[in-house]
């Protein structure tokens, strides 16, 4: 059964800073895994996806990568600003479903 | 074209009771799946629908029951509510039910609470 870990569950850090969000996924058998982002009370936008033959993506500040021999992605984020306040999700994509990880809760003070 | 969205955007019922759920999917996006957000945890996967036909559950009960309709929108239907059904429920639309290919758009979500 696939399972996905997020770590940490929250993270607060000064506004500039670079930041890395990690995800692991016990099973390799994947599609692609993807990262969302959440804000409070809202539904969920998709950030970057990453096919299982992909080594990563990059849109902008963000960089994810994928290594799926060792069940890990990172989610790094550059240069934090306020506005990146927000829970980050990742979702591993397998046989018709998105599995989930808890979440990061992101505070970026000003 | 218009997002995927859904309705009511929150609701209240006491336990016992049955709630029906709307979502109306992205323009020509023939696939929708159903997801249940518990407060502080990530979304559980609970059915996909695909041209009007159950094309996968995760570990739900059989009080979760849905519907597509021709034109792609769908309904979560829930009976005999319990306490634990209190959370945001998800819709997200996509062209690919395999989830091989591109992600899945997702609506704002309907947060139901019970009482």
């Known amino acids: 059964k696939q399972e996905v870990t997020q770590i940490p569950a929250a993270l607060s850090v000064p506004e500039g800073e670079n930041l890395v969000l990690n995800c692991s996924f016990t099973d390799s058998a994947i599609y692609n895994l993807q990262w969302f982002r959440q804000d409070p009370g809202k539904g969920l936008t998709s950030l970057l996806l990453i096919q299982s033959s992909q080594r990563e993506q990059t849109s902008g500040r963000l960089n994810a990568s994928l290594d799926k021999s060792s069940g890990r992605s990172t989610l790094y984020i550059a240069a934090s600003q306020p506005g990146d306040s927000a829970t980050y999700l990742c979702a591993v994509g397998s046989n018709y479903q998105l599995i989930w990880g808890a979440g990061t809760k992101l505070i970026i003070k000003p | 074209e218009t997002g995927v969205t859904q309705s009511p955007t929150h609701l209240i019922k006491t336990r016992g009771q049955q709630v029906t759920l709307r979502c109306s999917s992205q323009?020509?996006?023939?696939?929708v799946s159903w997801y249940q957000q518990a407060l502080g945890q990530g979304p559980q996967f609970i059915f996909q629908?695909?041209?009007?036909?159950?094309?996968g559950r995760g570990n739900f009960p059989p009080r979760f029951s849905g519907l597509q309709f021709p034109n792609y929108s769908s309904e979560l239907n829930v009976n005999a509510l319990e306490l634990d059904d209190s959370a945001l429920y998800l819709c997200?639309?996509?062209?690919?039910?395999?989830?091989?290919?591109?992600?899945?758009?997702f609506g704002p979500g309907t947060r139901l609470l019970v009482l």
């Open positions: 997200a639309s996509s062209l690919d039910p395999s989830g091989r290919g591109e992600t899945q758009y």
């Open positions: 323009s020509g996006h023939n696939t």
């Open positions: 629908y695909y041209r009007e036909e159950e094309n």
